[in-house]
């Protein structure tokens, strides 16, 4: 069967269409800083960006302040929107962590930001934890392992989907493919999950280095684990669960691959996203400067499937005179099993800035920062930069929007990764350091099907004249944006400055009575589902504000 015909069959497979009808575009409160977190007293007051489906359930990972026990409540938390239904806890910082797990180990904290299957209940996240399995070795020295995992519900109960426990004899099925024995380090970035239990996801890993005796050499891939409702056999005929049974993790492309079309390996590999049987992510043979690799799109159906390539580096930019190619490809990749959003770049021309270490997060990363950058970082941005589509059928690539006829940056920046002898990491499970990145969302389904070449784009961008490393006058904001045939102007969903009592009438300040300005907006790339729009807003300022995660409803006509 051709590529093509084989992912037009994998589209009707994993897609559905929806009887959508055109609502008034208005917002729902999914939870703000006036809502306390379930089985607690503490109120939320911090947001990270929200996942949905396209039946309009939400998922977040969101905290609270202290309060008198010192440390804040963190967890991943669920709310049906479509139902109505109260917010209820996934898990959180006093859930013991599911299976295999025999010292009652509990949750730390989900690092990343929860995910959830387009068409169902199943969500994803990350998690850490102290070690969560005691086992002997083949000497009879008692050691611990387990300290890291993704954890999922597809059937219900709470499960780990993937963990580092592949080093433990009774749980190979979690070790690294094609490597007996070895278990992944970490699995940086968010997971995602597809068809109801499919957990699709990045892994690191490292193998014994075959030049310097003792060294050890990183690796990175991703991967997918078809999960079963089925317990887990331990060696003494015993078994425990509840369980996504023991089907063995299944290699997509590592390291150890080759670039479509090239002889030059993968350099890197970026943190997948998948609907129904169809997985896309990006891979380059150098993440900082890349020569080679781009966008690739594999059929979750075996290991080491062929790879269709999107969008590569060298590629067409559309619009641009013939022979412009992309030099820049973004990771976050929005795909909703025919449409992929991204960010991409191209020319030489650049901009400098100068990063400020933030003031709000984890107090680790913070005080490393700033010891690593007082004065701030020098970083530089690409004048020529945009937000575009790729239709996997028809194999075109749109236009969203660009700089700097459109907007003047689509690049946000931050400080995040694991600080050097704490084992405190705020997000990515790799070396603490800054980061950009671009936020796009999508959805095909927002007229019910996606048969048509109609894809509606919501995205992040910045207005705003750049001047000794810093923007002046700068104006935040979430655009949508139908892309086709006949595509629409852009539409401001929310923009800095704009009045928060449109958003949240609760978006007052308490002494004057005021409206509080909205300050900061958030969007993630599983944000944008059928007509279901999630989005997070802070308003006012630290000392007098208000946020929370809000839900709209995108019009077929902008």
């Not at 599983?526 to 999630?534: C, E, M, P, Q, S």
């Amino acid at each position: 069967m051709r590529t093509r015909g084989l992912i037009t069959l994998l589209l009707a497979l994993g897609s559905a269409t929806l009887a959508l009808g055109a609502p008034p575009f208005v917002w729902e409160t999914v939870v703000n800083n006036g809502d306390t977190v379930p089985g607690d007293t503490r109120t939320f007051n911090s947001y990270n960006q929200p996942s949905v489906n396209v039946n309009r359930l939400v998922v977040i990972r969101a905290r609270s302040k202290g309060g008198t026990t010192g440390e804040p409540a963190h967890g991943v938390f669920l709310r049906d929107m479509a139902a109505g239904t109260p917010l209820v806890t996934l898990f959180d910082r006093t859930t013991q962590v599911p299976t295999p797990n025999n010292l009652q180990s509990t949750f730390v904290e989900p690092p990343s930001i929860p995910r959830i299957d387009m068409f169902a209940k199943t969500v994803a996240s990350r998690a850490n934890h102290q070690p969560a399995w005691k086992y002997l070795l083949p000497d009879g020295t008692e050691t611990r392992a387990g300290t890291a995992g993704i954890y999922t519900n597809p059937f219900g109960n709470l499960i780990a989907g993937a963990s580092n426990l592949g080093i433990v004899p009774d749980f190979s099925f979690y070790a690294v493919p094609g490597h007996p024995g070895v278990k992944f380090d970490v699995f940086p970035g968010a997971p995602a999950v597809a068809n109801g239990s499919t957990l699709v996801f990045k892994g690191n890993f490292s193998l014994p280095d075959p030049v310097t005796p003792g060294a050890v050499v990183s690796k990175t891939g991703v991967y997918f684990r078809n999960l079963k409702d089925a317990p887990l056999p331990l060696a003494d005929g015993t078994t425990i669960g509840p369980s996504g049974g023991t089907k063995a993790v299944t290699l997509i492309a590592d390291t150890d691959c080759t670039i479509p079309g090239t002889t030059v390996k993968f350099g890197s590999t970026a943190p997948p996203s998948a609907a129904g049987y169809l997985a896309v992510f990006a891979g380059f043979d150098n993440e900082d400067n890349p020569t080679k690799g781009g966008i690739y799109l594999a059929p979750m159906l075996w290991a080491k499937p062929p790879l269709l390539p999107l969008v590569k580096i060298g590629g067409q930019v559309p619009g641009e005179a013939k022979g412009v190619g992309f030099n820049k490809l973004g990771e976050g990749l929005s795909f909703d099993g025919r449409f992929v959003a991204f960010w991409g770049a191209w020319g030489a021309e650049t901009k400098a800035l100068t990063l400020q270490c933030p003031t709000d997060g984890n107090k680790d990363v913070l005080a490393f920062c700033q010891a690593q950058y007082p004065n701030g970082y020098a970083a530089t941005v690409p004048v020529h930069q945009g937000i575009f589509v790729h239709d996997i059928l028809t194999g075109s690539t749109r236009v969203v929007a660009k700089t700097p006829t459109d907007f003047d940056d689509f690049v946000y920046w931050n400080f995040s990764g694991l600080v050097p002898g704490t084992g405190s990491s705020d997000e990515s499970g790799e070396p603490a350091r800054w980061r950009s990145a671009s936020f796009v969302a999508l959805s095909g389904l927002v007229d019910g099907s996606l048969f048509d070449s109609n894809a509606h784009v919501a995205f992040k961008a910045r207005k705003g004249l750049a001047v000794d490393g810093a923007y002046l006058d700068v104006v935040d904001g979430l655009y949508l944006r139908r892309v086709g045939p006949t595509s629409s102007a852009f539409a401001p969903i929310v923009t800095s400055g704009m009045a928060g009592t449109l958003i949240d009438s609760k978006a007052v300040d308490p002494l004057t009575g005021e409206h509080l300005p909205v300050t900061a907006m958030g969007l993630e790339r599983d944000g944008f589902r059928g007509k279901a729009l999630v989005v997070t807003v802070t308003m006012g300022t630290e000392a007098a504000g208000w946020a929370g995660v809000y839900l709209t409803t995108a019009p077929n006509d902008l």
